[in-house]
Each structure stands twice: as C-alpha cells, then as structure tokens.
C-alpha cells in the first residue's frame, strides 16, 4: 500500500503565478479531500470527492482556487493566480466511505508564495 | 459552521508523565477520531471511536467517546520524547466530512 501521494512536495512561487497541486488517492478508496493547513486556522476542509464528483465545495476560499478529479486515481488543486496569503500545506486525503470512515493523509505540498 | 474547540492549545511535560487532552463540540456527533502529526507529514490516525462512551487504546494511548456525544479525551501514558507531534482530534456526523479540532501541539522534554 503506496498509500496517498502528493506532489510536489514544495513548491515556491511568485505572486500572479498558477500553481498546480497533485493527488493520487489509495487505490479503491472512494472518497477524496483537499484539506489546507495554517498555524492560524489549523486544518480547514477545502473541497471533496466521491467516485470524482466533487460533493462540497463549499470550502473553498474564492474563485481562484479549483480542484478536479478526472479519474479515480488523480486530483489536482489548482490556484490561479496564486497570492501570498495562499501560502500553506496543502494535504490531500483519501478514505473508503465518508464520515466516520478514517482518512488517510498524503505528506502534503508546502507552498511558498512570494 | 460547525466547530471543535481543541484543548489545551499546547503542553510542555516531562519524559515519563501523563499527557491529557480534549475535544469539545456543541453539536453532537456520531464519530470521534484522534490523530497525530510529525513535522513534515500528514496526519495518522491513532485511535477511532464510533458509540458513545466507548474506551478504546491503543498501546500507551486511551481515548475516550463522551457520554453526550459532544465530547472526547485523549490520554497518553508514560510519554517518551517520539511522542512530541501536534495531536488532533475530529468528528463527523452521518453524511458529513471529518471537522478537525486545531491541535495540541506536545513537547517532551527528557
């Protein structure tokens, strides 16, 4: 079990810049989530999936921010275009069935925006 | 939205003495998960409770569903210095997505 991978694992840039962030959930699990992690408002749910239809987006910050799930073993976050206030972890996670299914977390992608 | 208010925010013990936190929510909820993260990484669960007042452990780690159902603790015994990290706890209700508490961040000194 590979479990959730993300990529990159860092990732600096510039002000105005698109950032693309990448999900590989565990293979069979059916639900997946975006969550993004600050000192000040700690893990906050972004957006999630089940069998790739996104179910609440209701997270996320502004219409900068999109997430898609083309198939069911890649999601992607995407900022466009990117502010320093986006600067954070940016974890995707993974679980077979919702709510009081366990999630299992990627080691997220730090994001630096300058 | 809903919310869970994490206490204490941080602790600061001695290798060898017990550790004790909370989680606190006003509306009730039908799962109670417990995490902990390394610096560097993501979240990996420790202990998952699903009926009210059920005590589950989990090795040197106890955690407890509250009777009310808006509550849960986590007890770790005897800590040693890998048990530094930032511990979360999270619920659900039916149908819903995990809500995380924002932390206790633990630091053992030995």
């Known amino acids: 079990d590979a479990g959730v991978i993300q990529s990159p694992r860092h990732e600096v840039t510039e002000m105005g810049q698109e950032v693309t962030l990448r999900c590989k959930p565990i293979?069979?699990?059916?639900?997946l989530f975006w969550y993004r992690q600050t000192m000040m408002r700690g893990l906050e749910l972004l957006i999630y999936?089940?069998?790739?239809?996104?179910?609440?987006d209701s997270g996320m910050p502004e219409d900068r921010f999109s997430a898609k799930m083309p198939n069911a073993s890649f999601s992607t976050l995407k900022i466009q275009p990117s502010e320093p206030r986006d600067s954070a972890v940016y974890f995707c996670?993974?679980?077979f069935g919702q709510g009081s299914s366990p999630l299992h977390f990627g080691n997220g992608t730090r994001l630096t925006v300058t | 939205g809903q919310q869970l208010n994490q206490s204490p925010q941080s602790m600061f013990i001695q290798e060898g003495e017990d550790v004790s936190m909370n989680c606190t929510s006003s509306s009730i909820f039908n799962t109670w998960l417990w995490y902990k993260q390394d610096p560097g990484e993501g979240p990996v669960l420790l202990i998952a409770?699903?009926?009210?007042?059920e005590l589950t452990s989990n090795g040197r780690l106890t955690a407890q569903f509250g009777i009310t159902r808006k509550d849960s603790f986590l007890n770790i015994s005897a800590s040693i210095p890998s048990d530094v990290g930032i511990y979360f706890c999270?619920?659900?209700?039916?149908?819903?997505?995990?809500?995380f508490g924002k932390g206790t961040t633990l630091s053992v000194s030995s």
């Open positions: 996670a993974s679980s």
């Open positions: 409770l699903y009926k009210a007042g």
């Open positions: 293979s069979g699990h059916d639900y």
């Open positions: 999270a619920g659900s209700q039916a149908g819903t997505a995990l809500i």
């Open positions: 999936f089940n069998n790739n239809v996104p179910i609440d």
